[in-house]
């Protein structure tokens, strides 16, 4: 059985920091990809991030590019996400996903192996 657990999340003022994690049991964690997607009320789901299997390849969605950083510790089963200069419109729950799908440039989060998600909050 899958289980993806993220960190908490929490509530940060515009320009600051949080670091988000997420561990996962039930995959063999270095042969799988692993991203983050978030939602927003009123807003459609978006792929906030994507890493390979290996760390060889790193995505981002344009709205998060040069702001966070994605990264993995496979002897741990963890993934990381950096997020640096926040803005009020990151606020969001943010989903780790499990085995996610690169195709060409881009990817996909499978659902049915997400975590309960962490709000993320961020004040103006």
């Known amino acids: 059985q899958v289980q993806v657990v993220e960190s908490v999340g929490g509530l940060v003022q515009a320009g600051g920091s949080l670091r988000l994690s997420c561990t996962v049991s039930?995959?063999?964690?270095?042969?799988?990809?692993m991203g983050w997607f978030r939602q927003a009320p009123g807003k459609e789901r978006e792929g906030v991030s994507c890493?390979?299997?290996?760390?060889?390849?790193?995505l981002y969605a344009d709205s998060v590019k040069g702001r966070f950083t994605i990264s993995r510790d496979n002897a741990k089963n963890t993934l990381n996400l950096k997020m640096n200069s926040l803005k009020p419109e990151d606020t969001a729950v943010y989903y780790c996903?499990?085995?996610?799908?690169?195709?060409?440039?881009?990817?996909?989060?499978?659902?049915?192996?997400r975590g309960q998600g962490t709000q993320v909050t961020v004040s103006s």
């Open positions: 996903a499990a085995d996610a799908i690169l195709y060409g440039g881009g990817w996909c989060p499978r659902l049915s192996n």
């Open positions: 039930g995959l063999t964690f270095d042969e799988i990809n």
């Open positions: 890493i390979k299997w290996n760390g060889g390849v790193t």
